[in-house]
């Protein structure tokens, strides 16, 4: 099934206005003729102008082949209706607002029926008919909501590959409403990875933290370390403890910083991508004094990417975090390998998109974007001519098999600019080389693989923003023996002699593994929430879309909207 559906404005203003249309004649618009049913009431509602539906086309689908009402009786609500608004009122706990769902114009409906039906008022049609289509309506937005995201991922990421997934949303309200699943049917919508449900929980403590007063600051001042005695360490105490990283132990003096605290230290530093040596320094106390809500609101952001994902990643799959610079390669829901990454600098970011990883090259040529080389190489050449020989380039005009080889040492290197730089550079294979000795290819548009690298030390860095986009791996002989596991010979003797050859070769797949490469800042790992920077700058927009206030239903003119679920 296919819904325009506009997720409605969060907040108590949503609630004021849903409430006072109610009092006005009713969420649907305007009124007309007398009915002459609740199947009439129905019709004549769906109709009216002015209408308050979110997902209003989804909901006339619903109807159009007969007004059949779901969640009422003549004598008012159903226990279905009953169940479906005690659904929608966690849904905060998938980071999502009740308050999109109708919530507080289908309470105050409820409420009145109830008291029609007890006899203390009269039982209005109308009011049935709003209630009733109120009802399917919030149940197929919330359900698009947990299916798909409330946010379009292409409006975020304009790079968006990955399908996302589908399924007849009417087809599961009628399963929800006949076998009275309402609750299972809905949350059977939410991505089924464990690391989906992971998230949810740690969203859920850190919002009991939140509502205990969150933690206590650590204030800017010396460094923190074993041995230290200050009043900051029983600060730093506290505030371990409130995350669970410190136990509580009545015997610790509060002042002295001991073993005990700097191995919880440690823990909170590698929760957060920071580098553990146990000292608290100013990385580690902006960490630590990042608010409660700061953290909440990035475990929503991230839920939501869960929700533009599919549910099928592959049986196996590489999927690297360019946030959380790692590279995971995933068979059957287990983990298989992981290792570090380095990722594209901010002013060069690392893409968002998926794809198959085809090919391996070993003992590559590195063909220099002609961006990069005059970005990059240019000046450097500028500085010192000799290092064109030293670190093994070799140079073209032109391209292609017209291309001609030219003598470095014939060029006038400065006099040669972004806009003049009639040449092509190329870095023979060898250790000096910039790919390493191995790449991982899947052909895209952005130019973008995994390869080895010969600058080893950049993956002890606690944050490897370094490279120019592509994705730079810490073990490329066990990713290259994994990936060619069903290429007959390919052991991981074979694949270092592969590496180490003078001239370059390419090996196809036997069987194409999907990649994916994409941007969390916080996910859950051997049971603990970890948080990384946000280094690209996305989280806020991500967030700014979630909380934004969609056009009123009844004035928009268009069919979608931009940031909103299509």
Partial sequence: MTCTCFPPPAGRHWVLRGLAILLLGGVLGAGGAAPTSLQETLRLRLQAPGSMLSAADAVDRVYRTGAEPRWITAAGPTAQADSLIAVLRDADRDGLRPSDYHLAPLDSLREHLRRAASGAQDMSERRLADFELLCTDAFLLYARHLLRGRVDPVEMVPSWTLGRRERDLAQRLDEAV?????????????????????????????????????????????????????????????????????????????????????????????????????????????ALNVSVDRRIQQLEVNLER????????????????????????????????????????????????????????????????HSLATRDKLPEFQRNPGLVSQQGFEVFRGWGADARPIDPSTIDWNSLSARNFPYRLRQRPGPQNALGQVKFMFPNRHNVYL????????????????????????????????????????????????????????????????????????????????????????????????????????????????????
């Avoid at 205990?212 to 505030?239: F, I, N």
């Avoid at 993956?459 to 073990?475: D, P, W």
């Avoid at 928009?556 to 299509?566: E, I, L």
């Fill in 306 to 369: 869960w929700r533009w994902l599919p549910q099928d990643l592959g049986t196996r799959h590489v999927l690297v975090n360019i946030a959380g610079f790692q590279l995971r390669v995933m068979e059957a829901g287990e983990e298989q390998l992981q290792m570090r990454v380095v990722t594209g600098r901010p002013y060069r970011q690392t893409p968002i998109f998926s794809d198959q990883i085809s090919y391996l090259s070993f003992s590559p040529y590195w063909n220099v974007p």
């Fill in 451 to 566: 390869h080895d690298t010969p600058s080893q030390s950049l993956f002890q860095r606690s944050a490897r923003g370094f490279s120019s986009g592509c994705i730079r791996v810490e073990r490329p002989v066990e990713l290259a023996t994994y990936l060619l596991r069903e290429n007959e010979g390919w052991t991981a003797d074979r694949v270092r002699r592969a590496m180490g050859q003078s001239r370059e070769q390419s090996v196809v797949l036997q069987e194409k593994v999907p990649v994916h490469l994409l941007y969390w800042t916080s996910w859950v790992e051997d049971g603990q929430v970890q948080f990384r920077n946000d280094i690209y700058q996305r989280d806020g927009a991500v967030a700014s879309a979630l909380d934004a206030v969609p056009p009123d239903p009844r004035d928009r003119s268009d069919a979608g909207g931009a940031r909103w679920s299509p």
């Fill in 178 to 286: 006949d076998k009275g699943t309402i609750r299972g049917v809905l949350h059977a919508l939410r991505p089924q990875q464990p690391g989906y449900q992971a998230l949810r929980e740690a969203l859920q403590r850190y919002r009991d933290i939140a509502a205990s007063g969150g933690w206590p600051t650590v204030p800017d001042g010396p460094k923190l370390e074993v041995g230290v005695a200050h009043d900051q360490v029983e600060a730093l105490r506290a505030r371990l403890r409130v995350t669970g990283d410190l136990a509580v132990d009545a015997s610790a003096a509060p002042r002295q910083f001991d073993d005990a605290l700097r191995a919880a230290v440690v823990r909170f530093q590698e929760r957060h991508g920071l580098e553990a040596d146990g000292v608290v320094g100013p990385a580690s106390r902006a």
